[in-house]
């Protein structure tokens, strides 16, 4: 019998949006494995923000040692909380710097832990950003965990309704951006030139080398990128998203005899596209259970990672813990965690691999069922919440003993 470390922690752990959204689900599904791990939790419900009783809860319940929001939501909802409560440790899980620049940029007097699944976050920080209290953020580098509380759920591979699924936004595409001195404007159409070469930089690297050369030359006096640019370089990495996301699907879409599903934010001009066949399915997003569904009557499930994020998405675990066989392009970090043809398919959208690896897998059901069973193997071991929720009860415990 294992013997579980017990931690003396009471954490406040924020529920945000809807019981049905992602953002909820997740931190109620990481609140219990505190509570397993011997921590008194105390959830806030918080539609769109925290409500005043809640805020005056916090202030005045001094055996509160941490609280646990995500993407800076606390911050932006309700910093009256900070201004009583110095002694609290404020745990946030952020995606990405780039969407959120302005708390990043101005982190206030009490000590912050920011666990991020993004890499390039940490050397962002680092040769970018001017924090104005570094001394009070500690960041660490977490891949995600899978966003179910029974993996391995699901029938078994040959057994199951679609062949291939794709779930993912498209967003928007618009340059419609702040406005920049004349200086910036040629920072940002350098930028946007780099960032739609091909090849396999991700949006961290491209931002610090434009950034470098533009000090080097003498034109950039600046040894910080500004809150605009940063802005900027998120809303573009959604363009890139977006092509990517598109020149995967017409791949899906060439498969044919084989039953397909596509969930997302732009039905009718998904619908519109020329390569859409009968086999094919469209659906507009769903909540958060009804992607589930969805995942466990899936085969295939087809990622392309986000260039903004030099992580892991939370999309390929959650269906690895559903056994899935997940089809994703290659990133290093991923790299490090699933091997080729064992746990996980690779494929090159640029040279149009995709489809021949989906009709090869899927022609060998028995192929895909070991790949599926390997990966859940992987993702218990590496990617479940309460191996995450043991990291950050570690980190906390550390932050502590500092004071």
């Known amino acids: 019998m294992t013997d579980t470390k017990r931690y003396d922690f009471h954490l406040a752990v924020i529920l945000m949006g809807k019981e049905n959204n992602i953002p909820y689900f997740s931190y109620l599904l990481i609140g219990r494995e505190f509570e397993k791990l011997g921590c008194k939790v105390t959830y806030i419900v918080a539609p769109e923000k925290v409500s005043d009783e809640d805020i005056t809860r916090i202030q005045e319940d001094r055996s509160i040692d941490a609280i646990l929001s995500h993407n800076f939501f606390l911050q932006r909802t309700s910093r009256r909380i900070f201004e009583k409560r110095l002694d609290c440790i404020f ?8 969407n959120k620049p302005d708390f990043y940029y101005t982190v206030t007097p009490f000590k912050m832990l920011v666990i991020t699944a993004d890499r390039q976050l940490m050397q962002y920080t680092e040769q970018v950003v001017r924090v104005k209290k570094p001394e009070f953020l500690k960041l660490i580098a977490l891949s995600p965990y899978a966003f179910v509380d029974s993996p391995g759920a699901g029938q078994a591979i040959p ?12 967003g928007f595409e618009k340059d419609n951006f702040s406005e920049f001195n004349g200086l910036e404007k040629r920072f ?22 434009v950034f470098r050369w533009f000090r080097l030359l003498g034109l950039y006096k600046k040894s910080y990128v500004s809150r605009d640019f940063a802005y900027y370089c998120w809303k573009l990495s959604h363009t890139v998203r977006t092509q990517r996301r598109l020149f995967i699907m017409d791949e899906i ?28 399915e469209v659906l507009s997003f769903q909540p958060w259970f009804g992607i589930l569904d969805s995942l ?45 043809g064992k746990e996980i398919i690779y494929f090159d959208y640029r040279k149009g691999e995709l489809k021949s690896k989906l009709e090869y897998y899927l022609g ?18 590496v990617g479940t919440a309460a191996v995450r929720a043991k990291v950050i009860l570690e980190e906390l415990e550390k932050i502590k003993a500092e004071k």
């Open 91 to 98: 745990i946030d899980w952020l995606d990405t710097v780039y």
């Open 159 to 170: 057994d199951r309704k679609y062949d291939v699924l794709f779930f993912g936004r498209l």
């Open 188 to 209: 940002v159409n350098h930028f946007k030139k780099r960032a739609f070469l091909p090849g396999r930089r991700q949006m961290h690297e491209i931002v610090w080398s």
């Open 253 to 280: 879409f060439s498969v044919q005899g084989k039953r397909k599903l596509i969930i997302s934010d732009q039905v009718e001009r998904i619908s519109r596209l020329d390569k859409l066949d009968k086999d094919c």
């Open 296 to 340: 466990k009557n899936s085969k295939v499930v087809v990622n392309i990672l986000p260039f903004h994020i030099h992580s892991v998405h939370e999309r390929i675990l959650t269906s690895m813990s559903l056994g899935c066989v997940v089809f994703s392009d290659r990133n290093p970090m991923l790299e490090e965690l699933f091997v080729d």
């Open 364 to 381: 060998r059901p028995e192929l895909l069922q070991e790949i599926a069973s390997n990966a859940l193997f992987k993702v218990n071991k």
